[in-house]
């Protein structure tokens, strides 16, 4: 490339970057309220988050409204949106992956962190990864995710009929009830990877297709090695109902109705709504264990909480050669299938 073009192409990235920044900057900050949420320890090292949650705050110092590049794939006038739900940890290798391999393929994406709107400072530490229930995550994530996809249909720089909702682990958990709350006008379509059945419950309704995503190896917080995420049930006493959510599971079964029954499995719960014509597939990945995007896969086990009360898991993470490449392929098959 000579001197002429190069000079070009960087003034144009540039000129994405900025634009990106003042988009955000034009739009009214909602700060989160003085008693926001505060984490109470329920046993040893492990803890639930009461008080009000904080509203998706656009001015965030986390939030990363990223466009694509100028050497990125053109899909249209305006470039589809990927709303980006984090996993329990926090934003992590795999959602900025998932950033990386969508604006090169053409599409913006918005990530940002929940829990730092909710005025919590964990990052370097395991906190959130192994000491705060599903639910507390589950809920702050919900919160800002929905907030997100408000404000994204009204930036005039994307394409707000492609507005793409994905969330892993807990944040996929996040995008399930997200399809039961968008518009199809909005939202073509959702992609839930490694959800799990607990925390706020799935959904009794979808108003978009929905695809549900795991590795055939993901047995993130199982019991036992092949305590697939996929076939799990745990007791009911896991959940608790979010009236911010679709009504679903958790309004029947949860730590408050019927605590001792179990919850169905993703796949019970996919069975179900696709029996009542409800648009839901599963796609499944072989040599993948929890979070495709995360790397080279590793068979690693965990321990929630501490002391004698301490849950010691399992928590396969990552997939194998090609794994990753197909599953972003997969996903621009998907989003350039709502372009004629």
């Avoid at 108003?207 to 019991?223: A, I, Q, S, T, W």
């Avoid at 050669?321 to 098959?333: C, F, L, P, S």
Wanted: glycine content about 10%; aromatic content about 10%; overall charge neutral.
């Amino acid at each position: 490339m000579n001197e002429m073009l190069r000079a070009k192409a960087l003034s144009l990235l540039s000129f994405f970057s900025v634009m990106t920044v003042d988009a955000i900057a034009r739009e009214d900050c909602n700060p989160p309220p003085m008693d926001v949420a505060k984490l109470v320890e329920i046993r040893s090292g492990f803890h639930r988050v009461t008080g009000p949650l904080a509203q998706f705050d656009p001015c965030h110092s986390s939030v990363n409204f990223s466009m694509p590049g100028f050497f990125s794939t053109k899909l249209g006038e305006k470039p589809p949106l990927m709303i980006i739900a984090h996993g329990g940890g926090g934003p992590g290798a795999a959602e900025k992956e998932m950033m990386r391999r969508m604006n090169k393929a053409g599409v913006a994406t918005l990530l940002y962190d929940a829990y730092e709107m909710n005025g919590f400072q964990y990052k370097g530490t395991m906190l959130f990864v192994l000491g705060v229930t599903n639910e507390s995550r589950q809920r702050m994530i919900f919160k800002a995710t929905f907030g997100a996809y408000k404000w994204a249909k009204k930036q005039p720089e994307i394409d707000t009929t492609r507005i793409y909702i994905n969330g892993l682990s807990n944040g996929g958990s996040v995008a399930v009830n997200m399809a039961g709350v968008v518009e199809p006008e909005h939202v073509p379509a959702v992609i839930a990877e490694g959800a799990s059945p607990t925390g706020i419950g799935f959904p009794d309704n979808i108003n978009v297709p929905l695809k549900l995503v795991y590795g055939r190896l993901d047995n993130y917080g199982g019991k036992a090695e092949d305590d697939w995420m996929y076939t799990r049930s745990d007791p009911c006493s896991f959940n608790l109902e979010f009236k911010l959510a679709p009504v679903g599971v958790s309004a029947r079964c949860s730590a408050k109705n019927n605590p001792t029954d179990m919850v169905q499995s993703p796949m019970a719960w996919a069975s179900d709504l696709k029996s009542q014509g409800l648009p839901i597939d599963m796609w499944f990945y072989d040599n993948a264990a929890h979070g495709i995007f995360i790397g080279t896969m590793k068979k690693e086990t965990r321990t929630y909480g501490t002391g004698e009360t301490a849950n010691f898991r399992y928590g396969w993470i990552g997939s194998r050669d090609g794994v990753a490449d197909q599953y972003a392929a997969d996903i621009v098959k998907l989003i350039k299938s709502s372009y004629p």
